[in-house]
């Protein structure tokens, strides 16, 4: 399984994987359309927010929509979708993500772009076992 | 896969026998702000099809909804017009809510006909996917008036824009077949069943008045067309009564959005905020994700509130035997169970793998939703029937022939306690011992309301008739109608209101007929006594009521508003104030001004002032059709208090008590007759002053009638209006 592991220790909240991620998937910065979140804890300490592909989402969605990848991913067909954000409101840990720009909801996807570019090494992209 | 398969022969079979008996094709306008602007209208007798206007006067005056239905309705029968009358219509509606997907609960829709049971105005809230599909297809409405002449299907192809009379001597009648027939039918692949609902009721609608409407939605996980019932009132009756098999809607473009919000951003952040509190709250409160709404059956046990025996007692030792573990077996808890999108509250439960033991599918395997808590207490427990499987099944043979799961209960329990106290017997019943606790008994009955023979015709005109027909027999008629669970012809839903004041008259004023939907006040009543004078539980009766409507009138389920609470709401607010759960109203609010774009909407008082002017219109439309008085808010004795002596005794030390501390006479000395006759006066009393004080505070006349002013104030004092009323109270003011 495909994973997005993250390594809060290094992260030095410089926000760059946010703009990646928006940048990738919505053509535009904007932290509000990423699929990982950093939030600050203070004391320049930071919370990294990125989905773990557990699969909850997948057996909530009324329509199918959500499913499994070959790798493990768990991704989203939008024509299937009805923007319902069931997924949203039952993801154990609140990485399913919205924005009224769209209806539909959007999560990581194990893309891998933003681990790329982070500076520091705190996010990277892991094969796990299923 | 489908139960029900349906093999491409008989595709072709049911479509070789479609004749086009009337066509109208439009362009399907675009939903703006929850409305599309306008409500379909087909006439059988003539095969006319049109499209009508809503107009503002209707969405300011009556939102959507149940509003539209019985607006339409009133300007389609007179005073004269009977369940069976041409004129007579079927309307169904959402709401402008309706149909967003990122609430829960906002994929109701509302039926509304003159009803064969109680001679008016009826209505019924049902999931599934019509009304949405309906909305979106172009019609915020449908009315279907007239009598067809050979059966038909109703099509509306919202992909085509095109609505047909369809002549459909193929199809089946029995919903659970009909509905899977109508998905494989006109769908053109499989991907298109998700955008087809059906309304259908069945062949036991066909020999009694008590026939539902079952509203399909497909489940494309499950791969399966489920069912949800618009019982109350006999719709279904109504519907075969114009020899339709199915009203059928075609829509396959639903998204996020289609409802065209005003502000589409805070609909998914409040819709958003209440899956998370359904995820985090709903396992630790009511569990409706896991048990549906049958979790309430050992609530209601517990409480002495679960109907037994004729709504005799309220508790039995075997309830358990039909409390939510004998139906787990059968549920598929796997993923969504919700009957529109987006609804995580998801009370739906789907049984699958379910082998049938009597009637005409006896061996077969089928699949079937539920069974609800009313279905379980109303079939079960009020019959003495503690065997699940005899429940599921029955619940099964009720939807599919099309008859309401609560008519049919209620309606038994009060045969056979007839039998008991025999009132009737074997000769009279056709050979059936109607004994409390036989579910063979309780099938048969069944299955002869399906063949339309034998006593189960006579248990299908409803308790009003039976008391009629069995007095006929030699019974005493007050006897009968203490007993007889009814109250304007409509059957009780299934709680037991000895205890509760406050319920009786939620009961017994309700609109409909006593139905739950309208008032439940009993734990707020008689178990946190949080409403104890007359004034409070008039503000009660005048609140809930007027809340509950609101939800009607938007296409709404009542469940997330108040079967989920807010972690913070019994430690912020408290009494009546906490019952209301007014975080939730607040969303409401939100989600009203978010979908319309109406700015004036500010508070849920606002929202209750559009309930208002509905439910006194409908009670206004009870009036036109001849009732709508105080004597048809009279309650049976027994919602009340012990009938007999052998109930009395059953609670003889609460009784004892209450004649001691509420009606001031020592019990002692007295006989069990003289105690319940002194315990009768006093609550028969009780329930007329409450009448009184719940009329005074919603701006009726002592007859229950709405003032001229009551209407004028709510702008319904329409010249039609005034003059029903005018015509009933001598043209006082």
Known sequence: MKVLVTNEEPCIGCHLCEDVCSQAWYKEINRGLSSIRITSLGN???ALAVCSQCGECVDICPTGALYRDKAGVVRLKKQECVGCLSCVGFCPNGTMYFHDDYVEPFKCISCGLCAKECPTGAITIELLPD | MAS????????EKLKAGHKVLAEFRYEPPAVEKGYAGQSLYVNLSDNEIAAKPVDEMMKKTFVGGRGFDLWLLWNAVNGETKWDSPENEVVIAAGPIGGITQYPGTGKSIAVSISPLTGSVVDSNVGGYFGPLLKFAGFDAIEVQGLANEEVIVLIDGDEGLVQILEAPEESVNSHQLAEEMAAVFAQKPAEKRGISSVSAGVGADHTRMGCLNFSFYDTRREVARLKQAGRGGIGTVLRHKKVKALVVKYSGLKGDSNHPDDLETIQETGARMHREIYERDPIMFEMRKDGTNHLTKIMNDYDILPVHNFRYGAHPDAEKIYSPNFQKYFEYAGPDGCWYGCTMACAKFARGFTLRSGPYKGQTITVDGPEYETVAGIGANCGIWDADAVLEANFYCDTYGIDTISFGTSLAFAMECYEEGILNSEITGGLALNFGDGDAMLEILHQMGRGEGFGVVVGQGIRRMKQIFADYGADPQFLQDIGMEVKGLEYSEYVTKESLA????????NKGPQHDEAWLIFMDAVNNQIPTFQDKAEALHYFPMWRTWFGLN?????????????????????MDAAKVPEHVQNYVQLFRSVTGRQDIESGDDLVRMSEIVYNFQRVFNLKMGYGTREHDAIPYRSAGPVTDLEYESRAERYDQQLIDLVGIVPSGMSTTEKRLALRRYREDQYNQLV?????????????????????ALGIDFPDVVEVIRAHTNGDE
């Open chain 1, 44 to 46: 320049a300490e930071w």
């Open chain 2, 4 to 11: 029900v398969e349906i093999t491409k022969e008989r595709i």
């Open chain 2, 503 to 510: 319920q009786q008259a939620g009961y017994g004023l309700a």
């Open chain 2, 555 to 575: 296409g709404l389920c009542k469940l997330p508003w108040n079967d989920v609470e807010p972690a913070d709401n019994r430690t912020r607010y408290s009494g």
């Open chain 2, 692 to 712: 009184d004080a719940v009329y005074e505070r919603r701006g009726w006349n002592q007859d229950g009638i709405p003032t001229l002013a009551t209407v004028r």
